[in-house]
Nanobody
């Protein structure tokens, strides 16, 4: 069973940047991974995903041009660079391991514990 651990959340002013990281233990190979977020009172929503090799990515329209997902230096880690943050980006961000086919990410059942991102106006 894979374990996903997120890090890097925090409090930042609007227009600022944060970098989230997710490490998947229990894997000796890279797998497709994605980021989701859930704001208070809202459903969990897709943010970004990356395929196993790191050469294909997809993003929610709300974060395109501001967020960048990438494979980390360590095996089966994934980073989310968030720039030009807005108050509406405030949420708990979750890492997920899933499947990625033809630009579409299919979330799996393994989730991290989440990391809080708060953007003040």
């Amino acid at each position: 069973q894979v374990q996903l651990v997120e890090s890097g959340g925090g409090l930042v002013q609007a227009g600022g940047s944060l970098r989230l990281s997710c490490a998947a233990s229990g894997r000796t190979f890279s797998t497709p991974m994605g980021w989701f977020r859930q704001a208070p009172g809202k459903e969990r929503e897709f943010v970004a995903a990356i395929n196993w090799s790191g050469d294909d990515t997809s993003y929610a329209d709300s974060v395109k041009g501001r967020f960048t997902i990438s494979r980390g230096n360590a095996k089966n880690t994934v980073d989310l660079q968030m720039n030009s943050l807005k108050p509406e980006d405030t949420a708990v961000y979750y890492c997920n391991e899933g499947q990625y086919h033809s630009g579409t990410y299919y979330p799996g059942t393994s989730w991290g514990q989440g990391t809080q991102v708060t953007v003040s106006s």
